[in-house]
T-cell receptor
Framework: KNEVEQSPQNLTAQEGEFITINCSYS?????LHWLQQHPGGGIVSLFM???GKKKHGRLIATINIQEKHSSLHITASHPRDSAVYIC???????????FGTGTRLQVFP | NAGVMQNPRHLVRRRGQEARLRCSPM?????VYWYRQLPEEGLKFMVY????????ESGMPKERFSAEFPKEGPSILRIQQVVRGDSAAYFC??????????????FGPGTRLTVL
């Protein structure tokens, strides 16, 4: 079993829909990250959080430390949001990231 | 302030050749991480370096792979005698690592290595 699990693996949506991507982890962590990777492109860090909730534009990330679960929400989705969204954690006392396998999101106009 | 730079962006090598991948961290960042993304797979940690020191190389294959981060110049990931299975995207990330607080890692654009 992977230490970081994401669901769903693939997600399609119509423009304007509200989207949720989930991440569960099984190790103690010092931080959780949400990353975005466009096809053939680099990786952009969207959020780093260790508690509570963060918001940036139409993106919201939440984390529940007790339940070892995080969610990434996209409000009013747009085709340009189409990308792979990756959840990663920094396990406690290390600096290396452990990655989920990613969620491939396609938003259609 | 330029972001993390990686070069080359694309690298083609024949089996048995050497591949050198370079990573220049963001200005002021003294910590570098290398990650590998195999085709259709997730990212995997390879090595974590500080200037002139390897902090954690638990993700590096035992043979043919080495990494360095000299006092001056970029971090280098070196793959000797490449094989087809080394074909992947290699990403570098850097962080400032201030005090004891965990710091965000900033990713470079990656080097896509193709072994023929």
């Amino acid at each position: 079993k992977n230490e970081v699990e994401q669901s769903p693996q693939n997600l399609t949506a119509q423009e304007g829909e509200f989207i949720t991507i989930n991440c569960s982890y099984s190790v103690g962590i010092s931080a959780l990250h949400w990353l975005q990777q466009h096809p053939g492109g680099g990786i952009v860090s969207l959020f780093m959080l260790s508690s509570g909730k963060k918001k940036h534009g139409r993106l919201i990330a939440t984390i529940n430390i007790q339940e070892k679960h995080s969610s990434l929400h996209i409000t009013a989705s747009h085709p340009r949001d189409s990308a792979v969204y990756i959840c990663a954690v920094t396990s406690y006392n290390t600096d290396k990231l452990i990655f989920g396998t990613g969620t491939r999101l396609q938003v259609f106009p | 302030n330029a972001g993390v730079m990686q070069n080359p962006r694309h690298l083609v090598r024949r089996r048995g050749q050497e591949a050198r991948l370079r990573c220049s961290p963001m200005k002021g960042h003294s910590h570098v991480y290398w990650y590998r993304q195999l085709p259709e797979e997730g990212l995997k940690f390879m090595v974590y370096l500080q200037k002139e020191n390897i902090i954690d190389e638990s993700g590096m294959p035992k043979e043919r792979f080495s990494a360095e981060f000299p006092k001056e110049g970029p971090s280098i990931l070196r793959i000797q005698q490449v094989v087809r299975g080394d074909s992947a995207a290699y990403f570098c990330a850097s962080s400032p690592r201030l005090a004891v607080v965990y710091n965000e890692q900033f990713f470079g654009p990656g080097t896509r290595l193709t072994v023929l």
